[in-house]
């Protein structure tokens, strides 16, 4: 995501703004009246760059979805020929990082948490079709590790179980503490997480 600035396209600037916006008040603290304010138009001229606040939202869910995206398949891809330790452990940072994007993080957390009620079932349906996406490389990964005999006993769900609910705590963790110190807990349970896994 970038930051706002005048020379960037009008739209733009409304997208990055919102989202900042959506971030630190939610779905219902953000009026378009502020936004438009922030942005430096007049609110009926919103109206040229965007739908409605509904669509604005559900545009920059996909948006921050595709970034999530863009993580994961960079991370898969710089690191395709890696053994299975360095590819899980190299994907839990670059998501990690994902999640360091400070508005893109905390509305990230903000709509997989508490979607707005009117669009809980849009936003859901996103996030569904997210997590297959991500379950599909995680598979792939589950696979090499069976393979290389990094792991005979472990089901493959336990093992995106396992992978959720840590990604899950550090994206928690990402709200209460530095980037320093959230680096240095991410290396700090890594091999307790690798360990329960290779047990």
């Known amino acids: 995501m970038s930051t706002p600035s005048a020379a960037q396209p009008t739209v ?3 997208h990055d703004i919102a989202l900042s916006l959506f971030a630190r008040h939610g779905y219902d603290g953000m009026s378009l009246s502020q936004l438009a304010s922030e942005v430096g ?3 009926p001229s919103l109206y040229n760059h965007i739908e409605s606040k509904q669509a604005l939202f559900m545009a ?4 921050v979805e595709a970034a999530l995206f863009a ?9 395709a020929g890696a053994d299975v330790h360095t590819r ?3 994907l839990v940072c670059d998501l990690s990082r994902f999640i360091l994007v400070e508005a893109q993080g905390v509305f990230y957390k903000r709509y997989l948490l508490f979607p707005p009620e009117p669009l809980a079932a849009e936003v859901r349906a996103v996030t569904a079709r997210g ?13 090499q590790g069976l393979r290389d005999g990094a792991w005979s006993d472990l089901g493959e769900r336990g093992f995106l179980d396992a992978f959720y609910c840590l990604m899950d705590g550090l994206f928690s963790e990402r709200f209460m503490y530095s980037v320093d110190e959230y680096d240095r807990r991410v290396a700090s349970i ?3 997480f690798w360990a329960g896994l290779t047990a």
């Not at 993580?71 to 690191?79: E, K, V």
């Not at 997590?131 to 696979?143: F, M, S, T, V």
């Open 88 to 90: 899980l452990f190299e």
């Open 12 to 14: 733009e600037r409304v």
């Open 190 to 192: 890594w091999p307790i």
């Open 131 to 143: 997590e297959a996406r991500i379950n599909a490389a995680l598979h792939d990964i589950y696979a």
């Open 71 to 79: 993580a994961l398949d960079n991370s898969l891809t710089r690191h």
């Open 60 to 63: 920059l869910v996909e948006q």
């Open 41 to 43: 138009i007049q609110k």
